[in-house]
């Protein structure tokens, strides 16, 4: 079996070195062996899928213990969709109340731009009175 160094599996996966070791020190993806002669580490070529689902679940928003959670499910014949869907919806529930806070924020940041004419001392500017407010 063929294995790939850490800068070969990096290139491979579309990450950096460091996340690779911040993977593994995370525990997302399992110490690999070491070559004995130099000490090398030496990744089974599994290591790049396992990295890219890690890279694609991030970019949905999911949290390193999320995706350790999901990458049990993965692994474990004893998992169902059920359960993956499960945490599928509650990261979509999540997503959805971010949504939520962020358009609040987005009304208020918009009415404060509106109040403020753009000229004249800092002293006299809506947008640090009403932040000094709160």
Not at 40 to 55: D, G, S
Not at 99 to 127: F, H, N
Request: proline share 5%; net charge positive.
């Amino acid at each position: 079996m063929k294995t790939l160094s850490i800068g070969q599996l990096a290139k491979q996966a579309g990450v950096g070195v460091e996340t690779i070791r911040f993977y593994e020190r995370k525990g997302l993806i399992p110490e690999p062996g070491r070559r004995a002669s130099s000490g090398y580490r030496q990744y089974p070529p599994e290591a790049v899928r396992r990295i890219r689902f890690i890279r694609r679940a991030k970019e949905l928003g999911f949290t390193l213990r999320e995706i350790h959670d999901l990458l049990d499910l993965n692994s474990s014949p004893r998992s169902t969709c059920a359960q993956v869907q499960a945490k599928a919806e509650a990261k979509l529930a999540d997503v959805r109340q971010k949504i939520q806070a962020l358009q609040r924020i987005e009304g208020i940041l918009a009415r404060l731009a509106k109040t403020c004419k753009g000229s004249g001392p800092t002293d006299s500017c809506p947008i640090l009175a009403a932040l000094d407010e709160g």
